[in-house]
C-alpha cells in the first residue's frame, strides 16, 4: 500500500478546521499539522485535537506561545513535514503564501475564495477529478459553486440541461463570527447581475449556461438556492430525480417530513451525529421539485461550511495520485464521511 | 361636485390604519369611522386621529368601553353611516361579513387575502380600473401581485413580455407583532413550487406567463422579488427602463446612491415623511437591472404593508363611480398620496 | 454490581432526546426506549441511533407505522419495560401522564416546566442530591433555575452570599422550531417583576434571597444571566472565583480569550466534540467578574438544551439508589459526559 | 423679542437629521445648514427638506457635485454662517472639529460619543441647564447615560435614591446601518463591569451611586435598562411613579395596554406622527415596576436616536442664553415636540 500522504492544513478557520479533521479520518492521509496566527480559543481547539499546531510566522509564534500554546515551528516547518498543502486563509492572504508553496516543490490546493488563475484547475470531483491527477495544484471552488457544478452536471449528464437561471440566498456570516459582522433585519441583494457564481461554474464546465443573482439574507446557517432549468425535453418529475442521483453528493430532503426550513436540517444534521451538523450533501426538496412543461424549479439547501470538504479530500487524492480512479476516491470519502445518498433521513 | 363618499374601515390593522389615513386625504372622501375587536393601544391610536370607533360586535364594544375608548356603536352602526366598506380584516373573517355588507346594499372592497371568487373582480389599477366601474365590489389583489401586475402590465404594454419567472422573498412578519410569530436565523420555502403569487397575477390578467417560487426570510421590512424575464426580443436595458416608466407607481433606486440593502431604502421613506417609512411605489434597482440576450434580470422592493393603499383608493372611485377616468383617479391618489415617478430620490 | 436500571424517556424532543443519549452512555443504565407522537424527521433520529419507538397512544402509533417508522407499542408497553421514566413532554402533557407512571409503579421524573407541587421535590444534584434518595419522583428544575441554584449555592457554601439580583436574558426559542415561533428585531419583557425563576430556586433551597427579572431576546443558543450580587463581606475576586470552584458544573471562559459572545461558546462546544454543541457547564466570565466593595457582578451563559441534563442522570441514580453517595454520581455522570472543570478551554 | 439663533449641524447623520429637524421646528432659532461628507441618499433627503447643505471639505463637496448636489460651501462657509454649532460627526472627528468652531468664536455642542472633557460640561435639561448658561460649549450626554439621568434625577428629587444598579440591554446597530454592521443570533456582552455608563452619568451628577452593565442584543430599535434601585426606605409603588413623574420627559407605558415589546412601541410612535417614529421620552414600563421592601425594580426603553434631541435643543438655549430659565426652555421644547406626559398613550 501506498504511503500516506502527509497533509498540512494552512488556515485552521471554518474551512481549514474541517479539513483537518477530515484528513484524520483518511486511512491513507496523516494530517502533518495546521498553522494559523491567531492564539486564543480556535487554536486551542486544535491542540484538544492532538493537532500538531504551527504559527504562520514568528510574530504569531510568540503570541501563541505567550498563550500557553505548543508550537511545533513557523509555516516553513510545517512545509517540511508535508506532501501537500491545503490552504485555507483568507483571500488576499492565499497568493502570498502559493509562492512559498511552490518553492518548498509542494502540491497545493487553494479554496474557492481564490481565482481560478491561481493555480489554472477548478476542481469539483465527480465532474473533472481525473483532469487534477498528478497536478501541481487546484482549486476547490467555492461551496456556491459547488453545488451547483454536481446539480447541474447531474441534469446534463442525463441530457436534460439546456440552461440554468439560479436565484441564491447566501447566509450572511458564519456562526463563529456572527458576533462581528452580520446584518440584521435587511436584506443585501449584491449590486450586479449575473453575480460571479455563474462564471465560476464555468471555470470548472466552460459549457455550461448558468447565469445567478445572489442576495444576502440574515441568517447564519446554509445557502438556499432557487433554481430554473430551462429542459432540454419535457421530462418528468422522476426523470429529473433519476438524474440528479446521478450524484453521490446530492440527497433529497422533503418538506412533508418535517424538513420545512434550513434550522430542521441543521438540527437533523447534528442529530445523525455529524461534526458541527456538516451537511455534505446538497440537500434538495424532493417534494417541492416540479416540472413545468419542459421548464424545471427546483429549491436545495448549501452547507457552506462543510461541501467544499469531500471535494477537498478528493483534491488531495487527485494531485497526489493516490487514487487514479475518480469513483474510487469519491466512494471512499464518502463511506468514511457518512456520506448519505437518496433520502437524506 | 359629487358629494364625498363615505368610507367605513373594518379592520384597524396594517392595511386597515393606512387606508383610513389615505382616505381622510382625499378631497372627495370622507372617514365614515374605523371597526374593530381590539381594545388596547392599537384602537387608542384611532381616537387620538380623530376617527369615529366602531366595535365589531357587543362583546368587543364593552371591552373597549371598559379600556375608556368612546365607541360609537357597533358594526351595523357604522354600515349605516357609510357608502363603501374597506374590509381589511383577518383572512377568515372576511367572508362572513360580505354577506352583512350585501345585506346593507353597501359597495365592499376586500383584500388580497380573500379569494378572487368573494367578487368575481381582482383590482389593479393601472391594469383593470375600468372593468372595476360602478360594480359592487371588488379585490384589491395582495402585495405581491399588486407589484407583479405593475411590472409585468408595464413589459406587457410595451410588447416586451413573453414569460416571467419569479423568486420572492416575503418578509416574515410585520414590525408590529414580530413580538408574536416571527422566525429566526432561518429561511423558510413554501412547500409548492408555483407559489400562489403567480396564479393570483392571472386572476387580475389571465395570459400572464408567470411563475413564481416563493420563500419567507427573517427580516420585517419589504418583500424582495427577483424576475427573470423571457422577452419578446432582443431589447436594450434602455428600452426596458422605458417600459417601466409605464407605470406611475414603479420607481427607480440606484445601488450606487447609497440604497443597497432595503433597510436604507426604509429609511429613505422615513426621510422624506411617508408615514411609516411607507412606500407606495414598487421600487427597482436601476443599476441592477440586466439585459442578456432576450432575458432581463432585475429585482425589486414590495413594501408590504403600503402598496396597496393607493390601489385601494382607487378601487373606492372606481365603484362608486366617483371618477369614471382611470387615469384621472390615478393621479390623483398619486398626487395626493406623494408618489413618486421616475427615481426615489 | 447492580443490575442496569432500564430508563423510559416519554417525550423526544429538545430534552428528552438528549436524555436518552446520555442514558445511552452511562454504564449503569439502559434506555428502555423513547415514547413521542411525532412521525416526521425527529422520531426517525431515534430509529437511525437505534433506540427502541413507542408511540404515545394508537393513533400516534397509526400514524408513525403509515410514515415507515417501526413502532414497538404504545405508552403503556414502553411502561412495563422499564425501571424509571423520565418526562419531558409539554408542560401540559406531564400532569395527565404521571396518574399513569403512579400506577405502573414506576419512579418518575418531570422536567422544570412542571410545578414543584407534581412531585414534592426539585432537584438540583449538587444541592439535594441526598434528599431525592429512594424517592417515588423528582422534578429536576429548569435551566435558569438549574444554574441559579449552581452558582448561588456555591456562594453560599463559602460564606458569600447575602442576597442575589439578576436579570435574565433568556433566549427565545430552540434552534430547531425557530422556524414556527420566534421573535424579530425586538425584546420582550416579562410582564412581571420578580420573573419566577427567583421563586423557582427557591423550591431547592428556600433560604435563597434571590429576585430576577427576565426578558426574551431574539436569539436562539443561549441564556444570558447578569448577576449583582451582595455578599456578606467585602470578598476579593479570587475569593469569589474559588467559591464558584466549589461547583463541578461551573466553568470559566474569558473574553480575553476570544470566547466574547455566546456564538463564539456554542462554536467551541461543537469544536470540542459536544453532541449538539451542547454545554453542561454554566460558562462564566471569569475576566469581567468584578467585585466593589461589597458588591458582586458577574455573567454567564446557560445552554438551556444541555444544562439539566446530568441533573437528570442524577436524579435516576438518587431516585433508583443506583448510588447512594452524591458526589459519586456526580463526578460519575461528569466524567461520561465529560462536563469540564476550571477553564472551558 | 431676540433675535433667532442661528444653527449649523455639523454631521448629517443619526442624530445630526434629527437636530436639524428639530431646530427647524422651534421659533426662536434658524437652521443655517448642515455640513456632511456623504454624497449619496442621506445627503439628498436634506436637499428635499431645502435645508443648506455644505460640505466638510472640498474633496467631499467635489463629490457631492459630482452627484449632483447643490453645495453652500464648505465646513469654514457655514462656520461663518452660524452662531452655534451642534457637532454630530462621528466619535474621532468631533475633536478635530472643535479647534476650528473656537477658532471661528462660535458656541458648540458636542454629543455623547465625546469626552466629558472636550467641553469641561456634560448636559441633561432637567438637570442641570442652569450651570450651561452662557458657556461655550457643552457635550450632550449620550442616549443611555440622559435615561439614566432623567430617571434616578427624578427618584433623587424625591429623597428616594440612595443607589442604583442597571443591566443595559443594547441594541445592536441603527436601522440605517444595519445591512453594514451587526450581530446575529447572539449577545455580545460588554467586558468590564462596570461598563461606562455609569461613570457618564456621574459626570453630569457626581453624587451618583450608580454601577452599570452592558450587553449588545440582536435588534435594531432601542435600548431597555433592567433596574434594581436601592430605596432611602421602604416606598409605595405610587410614590416611586410620582416620583417620576417629576420629569417631564418620562412616559409611562403598560403591558396591560399591549405594549409589550420594543416593536409595539415603536409602531405607536409611528402612529403618533412621530417622525421616524422618534421617542423622545423615557418609556418606563408601569405595571411591571415593583417595589419589594426597599427595593426598587423597574424597565424601560430608550429610543437611542431620539432621546437626546430634546436636549440638544435645551443646550442650544442654555449656551446662547436664548432662555435663561431652565423650565421654559423644557416646556418649549416639550410643547413644539409633542412631547408626552405620564402614559404614552
Redesign the interface.
Known sequence: MKEKVRVAVNGYGVIG?RVADAVRLQDDMELAGVCDV?S???I??AL?RGYPVYAFDSPAQEKMEQ?GIEVRGTLAGILKACDVVVDCTPKKVAAQNIDKYKAAGLKFIVQGGEKHETTGHSFSAENNYDTALGRESTRVVSCNTTSIIRTLTALKKAGLLQKA?G?L?RR??D???????????????E????SHQGPDAQSVDPDLDV?T?A?K?????SH?H?W?VQLTKEASKEEVLQAFSNSTRIAMIN??????????V???M????R???DMYEVAL?Q????V?GN?L???YLVDNQAIVIPETIDAIRALTRLEENAQASIQKTNAVLGVRQGAL?
Chains 1, 2, 3, 4 share one sequence.
Do not use: C
Open positions: 478546521k491567531v486564543d480559543w480556535r486551542k481547539v484538544q498563550a437561471r436565484t440566498l450572511a456570516t456562526p463563529w463570527e456572527s458576533h462581528l459582522n452580520g446584518i440584521m433585519n435587511t436584506l443585501v441583494p449590486p450586479e447581475i449575473p447565469i443573482a442576495v439574507v440574515p441568517e447564519t446557517l438556499l432557487y430554473n418538506y412533508a417530513n418535517g424538513l420545512s426550513a434550513n434550522n430542521t441543521k438540527e437533523l447534528l442529530g445523525l451525529d461534526p458541527y451538523g426538496w417534494d417541492m421539485l416540479k413545468v421548464e424549479f427546483y429549491a433521513i
